[in-house]
């Protein structure tokens, strides 16, 4: 019997009926933008974070936007982001008229490298984008130290980290201002698309609620130029039942990790864990230099494997000309070697042991 990397149809099953239940209540109620489930939820989430205020928006990346327009950074200013991300974090810096710096991750967590960030500073850096890339946490204390030392905006990229912490304090709560991806693969997915933006700042939290509704705090009045970005209430409902078993998620992945971590064979880089964090386990990587005859022989044994990701921002041809350099040897090694092994809230202890051992048989 095969085993899927990830079947979503089985991770929303255990909510399906409340699920209906909640879908039937909008359905007779007839309101379906900004009203009582995206605000419960705004609320609920931002208690969950540890935040004064969370926004809810359409999708992860128009959360990045959102977070980074806030400030009406004057265009060509830069931005330091790492060069291993998902391109959307990119994306998000060039849709605001500013230039991504990209800077080399540290090689053993995948996150960015803080002693890097000297190199890459210049007098138009505005802000640091830290990405918390596969469910861990950047070193935000040396990250928001540096910020403040130079005068510079934090806004994190919580796209694969919720429910991560550092000593308690959560993913989505160092920042000035931080965004969240929904995507239905996510560790706190909905059932389409859908993101939000938390922050401590009041007047953040007022400018982003106008740039999310065309850029309006009262209907037919527009102050500012704003978009259509708004988390539609289906989803904001569904996302309200499935934080509540997040945390039970995150345990369940975290326990399939921890097998993954006791029994691989040393011949594979499993992921680095740190005293003091808690990781979300968004995704299990290895690393393994015949990544890809490891992949298909998997395959082979039935079992589905994923890369995140198979080509770095810096090789995408929707950024040539748009990067200030080109050359990223570190995240070159992990591109060309990263693999993610099945690691879902759907999938038992018997799966993973079952990974464990095909794996653990490939002659490298």
């Known amino acids: 019997m095969s085993i899927e990397y990830e079947n ?18 909008l359905l007779i109620k007839g309101r ?3 009203d009582g489930e995206t605000a419960s939820f705004e609320k609920e989430f931002a208690a969950y974070v540890g935040t004064r205020y969370c926004i809810g928006v359409s999708s992860g990346l128009d959360a990045l936007v959102l977070a980074l327009r806030v400030f009406d950074f004057p265009a060509g200013k830069e ?13 998000a810096i060039l849709h605001s008229g500013l230039i991504p710096v990209l800077v080399e991750p540290d090689l053993k967590t995948y996150n960015l490298n803080a002693e890097q960030l000297e190199t890459k500073l210049t007098t138009q850096t505005v802000a640091i984008l830290p990405v918390h890339l596969y469910g861990k946490l950047c070193p935000m204390t040396s990250i928001t130290a540096f910020a403040k030392e130079h005068g510079l905006k934090v806004i994190e990229d919580c796209a694969q980290s919720h429910g991560a912490s550092f000593f308690g304090q959560r993913a989505g709560s160092f920042g000035d201002i931080n965004a969240f991806s929904f995507y239905p693969t996510k560790n706190l997915g909905a059932l389409g698309d859908g993101g939000a933006i938390t922050t401590n700042d009041p007047v953040l939290f007022e400018k982003v609620c106008m740039l999310r509704n065309y850029g309006s705090r009262e209907k037919n009045h527009h102050e500012i130029i704003g978009y259509n970005h708004r988390l539609d209430e289906m989803q904001a409902a569904f996302l309200r039942i499935k934080l509540r078993h997040l945390n039970g998620a995150n345990k369940q992945k975290a326990q399939l990790a921890a097998l993954y971590s006791k029994h691989l064979s040393p011949v594979f880089t499993i992921p680095t864990t740190e005293s003091g964090y808690e990781d979300a386990w968004h995704i299990f990587p290895i690393r393994h230099p015949d990544r890809d005859r490891l992949k298909s022989y998997l395959k082979e044994e039935g079992i589905e494997t994923l890369i995140h990701y198979p080509i770095p921002p810096h090789r995408q041809k929707a950024l040539q000309g748009k990067l200030r350099e080109t050359n990223f040897p570190i995240s070159d090694e992990i591109h060309n070697t990263i693999l993610s092994l099945p690691c879902s809230s759907m999938h038992s202890r018997e799966d993973i042991h079952r990974v464990i051992q095909a794996a653990n048989c490939f002659s490298g």
Not at 79 to 90: D, F, H, K, Q
């Open 8 to 25: 979503l149809a089985k991770v929303n099953a255990p909510f399906a009926a409340e699920m209906r239940g909640a879908f039937e209540k």
């Open 32 to 34: 379906f933008i900004l």
């Open 79 to 91: 931005v330091l982001v790492p060069s291993n991300t998902y391109i959307a974090s990119i994306l």
